[in-house]
């Protein structure tokens, strides 16, 4: 998974909200709305144990407590055990934990003890932004932009290309960008070649990756990239509705997915 930093989870629910306002703004439904449509399921009476682990990197500040207020925010009880690793786990579930949230340094899992439902983090951000960005009410076609084919990028063009859109993709790794032109059946995008897309899903970790030759002068722009991969001055010159959000969309499409 990306590694989060403290600042990364700075003022992390108003964050939310004023992402909420742009995703309701620019389909019509907030998050729960989505969540609920795309998975099927509504949050019941859950309880969610949240378990530190000091492996690799180890625990990043202010990321159990970030859980937490995730977790009361979509109307769930939470809380974060006393001890890391093994010891948390086991202190999760005498605790009458439902579900157990935890991550290391290559993955990040919700998993729903009652139903034996397990998630992860890099698969249910792609399928959400990928989603939020399909979702854009100004939309002139059925044509997405993907950027980035990891395992964020990839989840998610998936998810659009089973949908029945018509998916774009381009990735710097060519192995990245065979395997999904393979097994997904995606366009290659050329970027030596502009075209315009009103909806563009981004997943990678580096900024400015979207040039001015990508998008439509109203367009959706959904990202849990970190840094933004949208210019200043494209923000500024265009219609952009611009949905960037490090870990709180992401949870929540988590956390929908497995009860």
Avoid: W
């Avoid at 969540?35 to 509504?42: D, F, N, Q, R």
């Avoid at 970027?191 to 030759?213: D, H, W």
């Avoid at 722009?221 to 959000?245: H, Q, R």
């Amino acid at each position: 998974m990306a590694l989060l930093t403290p600042e990364d989870l700075e003022d992390l629910l108003n964050k939310l909200n004023a992402n909420n306002d742009i995703i309701k703004g620019a389909t019509g439904e907030d998050i729960s709305q989505i969540c609920e449509e795309a998975y099927g399921t509504k949050p019941g009476n859950q309880k969610v144990g949240i378990v530190p682990i000091t492996a690799g990197n180890g625990i990043i500040g202010n990321f159990s407590a970030s859980l937490l207020a995730i977790t009361e925010y979509f109307g769930l009880e939470g809380f974060i055990t006393e001890h890391p690793d093994m010891t948390g786990y086991y202190e999760a579930v005498a605790g009458g934990a439902d579900i157990i949230l935890m991550a290391d340094d290559h993955i990040f899992i919700a998993h729903n003890l009652s139903n034996g439902k397990i998630a992860t983090n890099h698969i249910c951000t792609g399928v959400i932004y990928s989603e939020i960005a399909s979702r854009y009410k100004h939309a002139d076609s059925k044509d997405v932009l993907v950027i980035g084919l990891g395992r964020v990028g990839y989840a998610g063009a998936s998810h659009l290309v089973k949908k029945g859109f018509n998916v774009y993709a381009c990735d710097p790794n060519t192995e990245f960008m065979n395997k999904a032109i393979e097994e997904l059946g995606v366009n290659a995008f050329d970027i030596e070649k502009p075209r315009k897309f009103s909806m563009v899903f981004e997943a990678t970790p580096n900024a400015n990756t979207i040039s001015e030759g990508m998008i439509a002068e109203r367009c959706l722009v959904s990202t849990p990239g970190i840094p933004c991969a949208l210019p200043d001055d494209l923000v500024e010159k265009y219609d952009i509705d611009l949905v960037m959000e490090p870990l709180v969309i992401g949870v929540a499409a988590m956390l929908y997915s497995i009860f």
